[in-house]
């Protein structure tokens, strides 16, 4: 009885064997609009593939991912190519995307004007990060393919305007995968060469062939270089990132070098024009410097310059004799005072003066004498210490203190006893 029912997996590989052998099923094309967008960390695209009425869930795995050239976004309406098939464990069925283009617009013009956007928003595109193009630079540097028209137009086109110029190939390839990372290359060894330009750039092509000059890596290498870079890529009307990031566009590579060098005879009539320009900057200054010198010549001094002798020898002896009377008056000034000097009565009477000082000093001594303390012990009295204090009073002393009695020929240490 229950041989006729089937499993909800038994069911679900069954739809799924159905779709996956179904040749219409094999390779859709289906366009819609993105929602739902992530990318996950591994690499895979996992979103929604909508429009006005239906749905479709989408994965993109991190192998078809690395193939194109934009980062989609939600409501970024897309074309996509891919298989229709069943995920097993909730029974949806979902398109497995391979590739995938912007609807209107190609692959790598949305990946173009995304880059420009980041680079541009990051400021890698502004003026104040331009450096100078040397205007007569001796060393010039090309980072191109070694063979091909762009090159042959750089080097005859640098040769033709400015030969004193040394031109110096960094070869590199300049389409396909490894391009960019050989352009990048090729770039950080330009740094060993002490250029004073570098050109980086190719001849034409499609969008395909000048694509490593978009490429993220090759812009963020050129805007980093040392050396003022002239980008060359392409025509005129080609744009790429590398012209934003450059210091200098040219619209070609003949165009570069016609940028990066002088013509020659631009040099040589600027050089004539400045030797005309020095000669008479010379000759103006020889006329200013003889006319003053017919100046000076003309003055009345230089006419008659003995005048000049007779001036200075007039005010030399003017100054001498007035020499003469200051030193005559100075000696007859101190002559006089030392006259009067030798005449004061300290110097013809210095005895008067000392024998009122020695009266003065022998009163004083008498007096000293009479206030002093040995006197009085000459008569026969004494004085008594303790501890260097004189003792006037009993009260100040105590049985056992050590006493310093002073007499007239001495001193005695006595020891109290009895009060």
């Given at each position: 009885m229950n041989d006729k029912y089937i499993?909800?997996?038994?069911?679900?590989?069954?739809i799924k064997y159905k779709i996956d052998n179904d040749i219409n099923l094999n390779e859709v094309f289906l366009k819609g609009?993105?929602?739902?967008?992530?990318?996950?960390?591994?690499?895979?695209?996992?979103?929604?593939?909508?429009d006005e009425n239906s749905r479709i869930n989408a994965i993109m795995f991190a192998s078809n991912t690395k193939k194109i050239k934009f980062m989609p976004e939600d409501g970024m309406k897309v074309l996509v190519t891919g298989k229709i098939s069943v995920f097993?464990?909730?029974?949806?069925?979902?398109?497995?995307?391979?590739?995938?283009?912007?609807?209107?617009?190609?692959?790598?013009?949305?990946?173009?004007?995304?880059?420009?956007?980041?680079?541009?928003?990051?400021?890698?595109?502004?003026?104040?990060?331009?450096?100078?193009?040397?205007?007569?630079?001796?060393?010039?540097?090309?980072?191109?393919?070694?063979?091909g028209a762009a090159i042959k137009d750089i080097i005859s086109t640098i040769k033709r305007r400015w030969?004193?110029?040394?031109?110096?190939?960094?070869?590199?390839?300049?389409?396909?995968?490894?391009?960019?990372?050989?352009?990048?290359?090729?770039?950080?060894?330009?740094?060993?060469?002490?250029?004073?330009?570098?050109?980086?750039?190719?001849?034409g092509g499609s969008i395909e062939d000048l694509w490593p000059f978009n490429e993220e890596?090759?812009?963020?290498?050129?805007?980093d270089c040392e050396i003022p870079v002239i980008s060359a890529v392409g025509h005129e009307i080609d744009y790429t990132i590398s012209d934003f990031v450059a210091d200098l566009r040219a619209p070609t590579p003949t165009?570069?070098?016609?940028?990066?060098?002088?013509?020659?005879?631009?040099?040589?009539?600027?050089?004539?024009?400045?030797?005309?320009?020095?000669?008479?900057?010379?000759?103006?200054?020889?006329?200013i410097n003889k006319q003053k010198l017919e100046e000076i010549k003309s003055r009345y001094i230089f006419q008659n310059p003995i005048t000049i002798y007779q001036a200075k020898e007039l005010q030399f002896d003017s100054i001498l004799e007035r020499l003469?009377?200051?030193?005559?008056?100075?000696?007859?000034?101190?002559?006089?005072?030392?006259?009067?000097?030798?005449k004061s009565f300290i110097i013809e009477n210095p005895l008067k003066i000392l024998e009122p000082k020695k009266n003065k000093y022998l009163q004083v001594i008498s007096k000293?004498?009479?206030?002093?303390?040995?006197?009085?012990?000459?008569?026969?009295?004494?004085?008594?210490?303790?501890?260097?204090?004189?003792?006037?009073?009993?009260?100040?002393?105590?049985?056992?203190?050590?006493?310093?009695?002073?007499?007239?020929?001495?001193?005695?240490?006595?020891?109290?006893?009895?009060i």
């Open positions: 499993t909800v997996t038994q069911l679900t590989r069954y609009e993105i929602s739902n967008f992530k990318a996950h960390s591994r690499g895979h695209f996992y979103f929604t593939l909508k097993e464990a909730n029974g949806g069925y979902q398109i497995y995307v391979n590739d995938m283009l912007e609807d209107g617009v190609g692959n790598l013009y949305v990946a173009f004007e995304q880059l420009k956007k980041k680079l541009e928003a990051e400021g890698l595109f502004r003026k104040e990060h331009k450096k100078e193009i040397p205007k007569i630079p001796t060393r010039v540097g090309v980072i191109t393919a070694p063979t030969p004193l110029a040394e031109i110096i190939l960094f070869p590199s390839l300049v389409q396909g995968e490894n391009a960019k990372e050989d352009i990048v290359k090729q770039i950080e060894r330009t740094k060993d060469f002490n250029l004073d330009t570098l050109i980086v750039g190719r001849g890596i090759v812009a963020r290498s050129i805007y165009g570069a070098a016609e940028l990066a060098v002088p013509q020659k005879v631009d040099v040589e009539n600027y050089l004539n024009q400045l030797k005309i320009r020095l000669n008479k900057t010379i000759q103006h200054r020889i006329n003469k009377s200051s030193s005559k008056l100075m000696i007859s000034n101190k002559e006089k005072a030392f006259q009067t000097t030798m000293l004498e009479t206030l002093s303390p040995l006197l009085t012990i000459k008569r026969g009295y004494s004085m008594t210490k303790k501890e260097g204090k004189v003792v006037t009073s009993t009260k100040d002393i105590k049985i056992h203190d050590e006493l310093e009695i002073t007499l007239t020929d001495g001193t005695i240490n006595a020891e109290v006893t009895k």
